[in-house]
């Protein structure tokens, strides 16, 4: 297991991402309602998501702003995103 980022650490989602495109956040250890239909994550902090996109490791992020999902949805406080969009800020 391979982990990019931690508890705590500032990220910023890419531009390009499907969705909170832009937006900053925090890492976070998932709430128990999310792992509870998730199941447990590596670590606590990441885990693999399976879609039509491929397999991509997810990790929970806080948004600095409650954002708009890729359908216009929300606006959500967190959510799992790619860990190839993140990028670390200070």
């Given at each position: 297991?391979?982990?990019s980022?931690?508890?705590?650490?500032?990220v910023?989602?890419?531009?390009?991402?499907f969705?909170?495109k832009g937006?900053?956040?925090a890492?976070?250890?998932?709430?128990?309602?999310?792992?509870?239909l998730?199941?447990?994550?590596?670590g606590?902090?990441?885990r693999?998501?399976?879609s039509?996109?491929?397999?991509?490791t997810?990790?929970?992020?806080?948004f600095?702003?409650?954002q708009?999902?890729a359908?216009g949805?929300?606006?959500?406080r967190a959510g799992s995103?790619w860990?190839?969009?993140?990028?670390?800020i200070?």
């Open positions: 297991m391979n982990i980022f931690a508890p705590g650490d500032k910023r989602v890419s531009e390009d991402f969705w909170a937006a900053t956040g890492i976070s250890i998932p709430p128990g309602e999310i792992t509870a998730s199941g447990p994550w590596d606590d902090i990441s693999q998501e399976t039509s996109l491929g397999v991509n997810v990790y929970w992020v806080w600095d702003e409650p708009l999902d359908d949805d929300g606006p959500y995103i860990e190839s969009a993140l990028k670390r200070d």
